[in-house]
């Protein structure tokens, strides 16, 4: 059904360690990266959580998105955000958190470190997930497991994604 919605191919395999992990989602250009991802993720049995900007948990969504794994975040606080999220991570048997790097739909030249430093501090895997459009190829690519060195570890990351397109051409800084 989701390769005929989306005219997908789709990776159904699921990494051992990927229910207690932290994955990068990349590209994200649009809500359609998002609804199709999760419909992956779904398809894979893995209930994942995503952070989300607590503004938007307002009624009649707000219960729809926790329950489709929306964590609400309170973007006031992100220096301890990090921290709170990898002791959610420690505390929980199975927990996979889905992060889009890009931190917005829009075109960012920039990554956000927080699922760097999620990973980090809660000590489990990150894997690569992706919905290529170009290609139109989707999966749970390698696990990274990372090294302390941020900028060197980023651009091993960010090679994994090098050519790459979401749903809108040319948003995603990578493509």
Known sequence: ?????????????VPENARKSVMLFAPHTSMMDFVAGKW????????????????????????WLKSVGGIPVDRRHMTTMPEHVAALIRASDEMCLLICPEGTRKRTDRWKRGFYY??????????????DWKTRR????????????????????QSFYKGMRGWHKGQFNLE
């Not at 209930?47 to 607590?54: A, E, F, L, W």
């Not at 501090?121 to 690569?128: E, G, H």
């Not at 989707?138 to 990351?157: H, M, N, S, V």
């Open 1 to 13: 059904m989701l390769e005929k919605v989306f005219r997908l191919n789709v990776d159904y395999s």
């Open 138 to 157: 989707a999966g749970i690519g390698p696990e990274f497991r990372i090294t302390g060195d941020f900028d060197a570890d980023l651009q091993q990351i």
């Open 40 to 63: 992956v993720m779904d398809v894979m049995e893995l209930r994942v959580k995503i952070m989300i900007k607590k503004e938007a948990f307002v009624f009649p969504i707000a219960s």
């Open 118 to 131: 999620i990973a980090e501090k809660a000590d489990v895997p990150l894997y690569l997930t992706y919905i």
